[in-house]
């Protein structure tokens, strides 16, 4: 299986529909981005912080979001201090904090399956063109196959280690795309044969 | 669109997120670490086409959005569409498509310098031209800095896009899923 990032929890935040959250954040990011002031910024600072306060959510969860994106913060602010003042710098790197940490409460309190189920109810509206169960198929197909994926990525290792080509990533990527298609093909197969299509 | 179709675009995006495995590579020189993922969008784009190969992207950029940790190092969810390099996460879905578009027209010249300049032009030119511009605006920089700020980045794509070559070419060998005799 997949670990999702979900963060167990019954708070007022995790029981918010997902569909109100995706949209209290979209209303956050467009505000922040149209009324580019620092008022605006601190408020939305606050929010953010309030959320994750009612979501009982705790400093290393916030601090696991940001901590990829440490370097490019640090290269960001160093070049913002040149170019501009430190006013500039610390507002460009807040702004990035707090997008990221407002998007990151949502995928720490809402489930995956919430999330996909949220996306197929969307989809009910969808104007008819639009192929809504071949897009389920493919939301289960792909989240089911990843961790068989990831399984034979560690089998063709393990044999071109065997041979000594384990350096190459020729040599792994290749026989994983290869068989990945005949599977593929099989699967289809498979599909089609309990008239799925 | 047929179920085949949908099974390649599923599985292909499964590939995307195993390439997350790969070890980074540390150029030397350089010092900037060179993922395997971002070869995602070249080889989906030159094995599966530009329809199929820009919609398996899109499916594995909707399914980080989802909340699934796929890109390397483990990071998903809505937080990663907030940063300054988010640009690049979309352009790999129209790197897909430009990569893949190309590789239909060159099919039966494809040969690994074709492969590769159609890899670079995809995966680099149009890849960066979407991805440094998001970053000036997002991160209120000029182009030209932004674009100052990628450089590091571009040896080590460039060097992606020989090695995709490399695989696009061997796999059409052995199983090709475009061109006029097997086209889906």
Known sequence: MITDLYVRGDTVVHRTHPGVKLLLLLVLSTIVFVIDTWPVLALATAFVFVGYWLAHLKPGHAWRALRPVLIIFAILFLAQLYLADVWLATYVVLRFAVLILAATLLTLTTKVSELVDGLMAGLAYAPAWVPREKIALAIAMTIRFIPRLRDQFHDIRDAQRARGLDRSIVALLVPLVVRTLKDADDIARAIEARSID | ?184
């Open chain 2, 1 to 184: 669109m047929e179920t085949r179709d949908i099974v390649y675009i599923a599985l292909f995006a499964a590939i995307v997120a195993a390439l997350a495995l790969f070890p980074p590579i540390w150029l030397p020189v350089i010092g900037v670490p060179i993922t395997a993922q971002s070869m995602g969008a070249m080889l989906a784009g030159g094995v599966l086409g530009a329809k199929r190969g820009s919609l398996a992207l899109a499916l594995f950029v909707l399914l980080v959005a989802l909340g699934l940790p796929l890109l390397s190092g483990g990071r998903g969810g809505f937080g990663v569409f907030f940063g300054p390099t988010a640009g690049y996460i979309f352009g790999w879905i129209v790197a897909a498509f430009v990569i893949g578009y190309l590789t239909e027209r060159f099919w039966d010249r494809l040969n690994i310098f074709t492969a590769a300049l159609i890899c670079i032009v995809g995966g680099v030119v149009v890849l960066y031209a979407i991805g440094v511009p998001w970053s000036a605006v997002v991160a209120k920089v000029s182009v030209m800095q932004a674009l100052t700020g990628s450089a590091p980045f571009i040896p080590g794509d460039i060097l992606k896009a020989v090695i995709s070559a490399l695989v696009i070419v061997t796999v059409k060998r052995s199983y090709p899923l475009l061109g006029s005799r097997s086209a889906a």
